[in-house]
């Protein structure tokens, strides 16, 4: 009865968890670039009181054992990068990147990030830049007399100036993809840090080699389904209610054993 209280504390501490991972799903919905979050949990150790394939006499065998688990822990909160769906803007800075890659963000300290929001802007320079007033790598200048912005799907950008009927192509957006998308850290701000579970970063060119296209006018949105994430929270609610009822049913065993002597 001791290790049942211990084995439920564990679900419910768990579940906690659970619920962290999905209110901060639930709150980014509305978050361009967001990539949902999921916890794993996995069983911890477990005591033998009857070792499988113990024997029972000279010619058999216990074929299953006894053993009893000793609860359950978070094994892992790792982000999904499932494409989310594309909006519509009408902005001709705003991009969104339809398949594999990141966009490659220089911050100030000359580290680089990566992000999939393509909410991006002008600074008073006329460089492109994030919202936050980071460029993006490697750095794009768009003239003062630019008429118009035209960001191809490979990543070309071009411009439209007075007196030349040809655009004029001033840089080309980046594409960077990692081996393993789910080991990036993230930073917040829409922002991912390369980590060594990531791999290293590979450069690329968007629309070529399976890298994804870019659509200018478009933003991509979270990948958050809000009927899924409810009911995420219901079920992992329920198993909350359970682990205590568990604690709650071991307490009353407990209370039981003390009171027999009365």
């Known amino acids: ?19 962290d991972v999905i209110s901060n799903n639930l709150a980014n919905v509305n978050t ?120 191809a799907q490979d990543g070309t950008v071009s411009v439209k100036q007075p007196n030349n009927a040809v655009p004029t192509q001033v840089g080309q957006i980046t594409a960077v993809r990692f081996p393993n998308n789910a080991g990036l850290r993230a930073m917040g701000q829409n922002l991912y840090e390369e980590t060594q579970a990531s791999g290293t970063a590979v450069n690329g060119i968007f629309n070529q080699n399976g890298f994804g296209r870019l659509n200018q006018g478009f933003l991509e949105s979270s990948n958050v389904s809000v009927v899924e994430q409810v009911v995420n929270m219901i079920t992992a609610q329920r198993a909350y209610e359970a682990s205590s009822k568990g604690i709650t049913t071991a307490d009353e065993m407990l209370n039981q054993v003390i009171n027999l002597k009365r």
């Open 1 to 19: 009865m001791i290790r049942a209280l211990y084995s439920a504390a564990t679900g419910m501490n768990a579940q906690e968890t659970n619920i």
């Open 32 to 151: 361009n670039g967001f990539k949902k979050s999921r916890a794993d949990f996995q069983d911890l150790m477990y005591q033998y009181a009857v070792e499988p394939g113990a024997p029972t006499s000279q010619t058999t065998m216990n074929p299953t054992g006894v053993q009893v688990g000793l609860g359950v822990k978070t094994s892992s909160v790792q982000k999904v990068f499932t494409q989310g769906d594309l909006t519509s803007t009408g902005n001709q800075l705003d991009v969104a990147i339809e398949g594999d890659g990141f966009f490659q963000i220089l911050r100030p300290d000359g580290t680089f990030a990566y992000t999939r929001s393509g909410a991006l802007q002008l600074d008073q320079n006329g460089q492109i830049v994030t919202s936050d007033g980071y460029s993006i790598a490697p750095g794009i200048t768009i003239p003062q007399d630019s008429l118009g912005i035209t960001i």
